[in-house]
């Protein structure tokens, strides 16, 4: 298996620590991705990649009739333990086991790099009902503050972190050009340990070896032990969400 591929089955072997530690998404995200719609009826949406269900259940909570894919068996089984009131199905971006024309929107949380795009978005494109929408979403840290790149700088890996162009990569002609909103959040912390927690989620300290995970965990312990913004009690990870919406236009 090639390290991409690796890295996109690597967040199950910690299905727990993913679905305790990571970030949900902003319900305005998911307002403003739906907003052109026009409607304030109850949506059929589809989470694809939903992992342990941090998107879905703020898609759920929202009032949609919400369907979640996930390749993963660890990870499906988290959500399905965590998630209320969602059809959870197995199943890849690339091969999605919903019918035709059957969804209004289609939503992806930090998981659409991973996908085989070429194979992935003629398939995102048959479930759609045409004018329904396609939103890819990511989490991000929010580049303004200080503490926290250089947290980011202290944190890297051996690997990169995955990079993304979202607009180039999903541009398709079944789709209207992607649109960008950005939205402010955050991730509460008690203390330095459950922000390395955090970060042990990620896919590039996933796939490397103990040893390097065991030293970059120091490295991290010891910053954040040493900055007054996080040594003392809880505080916020300033996170912001990159959202990009396009529209299904008829064949
Ligand atoms: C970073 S997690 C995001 C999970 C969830 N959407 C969230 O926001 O927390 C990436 C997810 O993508 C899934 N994944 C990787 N490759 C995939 C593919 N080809 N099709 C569908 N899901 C995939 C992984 O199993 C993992 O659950």
Do not use: C
């Not at 959870?88 to 790099?113: K, M, N, R, S, Y």
């Not at 926290?148 to 990169?160: G, H, L, R, T």
């Amino acid at each position: 298996m090639d390290l991409h591929a690796r890295r996109a089955d690597s967040f199950g072997a910690q299905a727990e620590a993913y679905a305790e530690h990571r970030p949900d998404y902003p319900v305005a995200a998911i307002r403003w991705a739906l907003e052109p719609l026009g409607t304030t009826e109850r949506l059929d949406v589809l989470d694809l990649a939903a992992g342990t269900g941090k998107l879905t259940a703020g898609l759920v909570a929202e009032g949609h009739r919400v369907t979640a894919v996930e390749p993963n068996e660890q990870m499906l089984s988290e959500l399905v333990r965590r998630v209320h009131d969602v059809r959870a199905l197995p199943g890849h971006a690339e091969h999605i086991p919903v019918p035709d024309q059957t969804v209004d929107a289609v939503f992806v949380g930090t998981a659409f790099h991973w996908f085989d795009q070429e194979k992935a978005l003629p398939e995102i494109a048959r479930v759609l009902r045409p004018g329904g929408v396609l939103v890819a979403m990511w989490i991000e840290p929010d580049p303004d503050v200080e503490w926290y790149a250089e947290f980011q700088q202290v944190s890297s890996s051996s690997i990169e972190s995955q990079r993304h162009d979202p607009v180039d990569v999903m541009a398709h002609p079944s789709f209207t050009r992607a649109e960008r909103g950005t939205f402010p959040h955050a991730l509460r912390r008690d203390s330095p340990e459950a922000l390395v927690d955090t970060t042990n989620t990620y896919s590039r300290m996933l796939v490397i070896d103990e040893q390097e995970r065991a030293a970059i965990n120091d490295k991290m312990l010891a910053f954040l032990r040493s900055r007054p913004e996080t040594s003392n009690g809880p505080f916020d990870v300033p996170l912001r969400s990159e959202v990009y919406r396009m529209f299904r236009v008829s064949d």
